[in-house]
């Protein structure tokens, strides 16, 4: 009896991580694949964008060097072939207006950025099981009604309206960050950061509270309220029975997160990668902008592969996200 329970368990650990082996190879096949067509993206799109960057960029600055002017005459394959070439050097390539290391202007800000993006994404889902266990435990009551109105006013707000009015209200209050300084203060994380999660909270929230009524409603749960069991105590148990669905969930949303954040990094000031991208966009610098948007889409994407990888240890039925990405 021993003996077959010990083989079953080793039979478990071994199925468990073959499975995981099979996520983390398909999820880094997605990022490889992702990374590239985002940077083929960003070039043959900059080489379709409108104005001459080689004569605006000599009537601006004169005294740039023949060969920067030069960048911008290549071909989008030939740039996009260094800029990959740029990769295995470990530089990213260099930018087209001032040839600097992409790597030297990005990995001093990613840091920032991806914590900002975390703490508004840690925000966002905080409050989002808040609502929805509101929503869900106490139906029709004036509190979960109050709340489902708010979530929909929330739901219709555009997310550059909560970048704009966060960033005035930091401006009022004096929390911005201070110009050319790479040092947040304190309250310099408290607007930004709910700027992200209002933007986040009505679609999670509403996700969360769909998927725990679906599970209230099934069988299983209304025998256990009819056997005596609380309503928490069920809601409880949903909420593990539905762990890989949020678990994937979350990893999906993360990388909503740090687009998000890049607009509020914009409209905030704030010392991140948002300033890069925009720069790019300014001097048409495809490889800073095919740069800027690798690391977040590897990321992104990252985050994508732990969700799976969680999902999968709460339920080893889930195979993937697939599709979902």
């Keep these: 009896m021993n003996d077959s329970r010990a083989a079953g368990v080793a039979g478990t650990a071994a199925t468990g991580s073959s499975q995981a082996f099979r996520i983390t190879l398909k999820g880094l096949a997605r990022l490889l694949l992702s990374v590239l067509l985002v940077s083929a993206l960003c ?68 840091g920032s950025s991806l914590r ?53 209200a930091a401006a009022e209050r004096g929390w911005l960050p201070p110009l050319f ?23 999670l929230s509403r996700l969360v509270a769909d998927e725990l009524k679906s599970e209230v409603s099934k069988l299983h749960s209304l025998q ?19 762990a890989p669905v949020f678990w994937t969930r979350a990893g999906l949303s993360f990388g909503t997160a740090i687009a998000l954040g890049m607009v509020v990094e914009i409209a905030f000031s704030w010392p991140g990668i948002g300033a890069l991208a925009l720069r790019s966009f300014g001097e048409q610098d495809a490889v800073l902008l095919a740069g800027v948007l690798s690391l977040t889409t590897a ?27």
């Design 299 to 325: 990321c992104s994407v990252s985050a994508t592969i732990v969700g799976d990888l969680l999902a999968a240890a709460a339920d080893p039925r889930v195979e993937s996200s697939g599709g979902l990405l």
């Design 116 to 168: 900002l993006a975390s703490l508004g994404w840690l925000l966002a889902w905080t409050g989002a099981l808040i609502v929805a266990w509101i929503e869900v435990a106490r139906p029709g009551s004036v509190l979960a009604v109050a709340v489902e109105s708010l979530g929909a006013a929330l739901f219709s707000v555009p997310p550059a309206a909560f970048a704009l009015f966060g960033a005035l």
């Design 181 to 203: 300084s790479d040092r947040v203060p304190f309250t310099g994380w408290i607007l930004p950061s709910w700027a992200i999660a209002l933007c986040l909270l009505p679609r």
């Design 224 to 242: 256990a309220r009819a056997w005596g069991l609380g309503g928490h105590r069920v809601l409880l148990r949903c909420l593990r029975l539905k």
């Design 43 to 110: 070039f043959f799109l900059e080489d379709l964008a409108p104005g001459d960057v080689r004569t605006a960029e000599r009537l601006e600055r004169p005294w740039t060097p023949a060969e920067r002017l030069a960048a911008h005459e290549v071909s989008p394959g030939r740039s996009l072939v260094a800029w990959l070439q740029g990769i295995v050097r470990g530089d990213l390539g260099r930018t087209a207006s001032t040839g600097e290391p992409v790597r030297e202007l990005l990995l001093p800000r990613l």
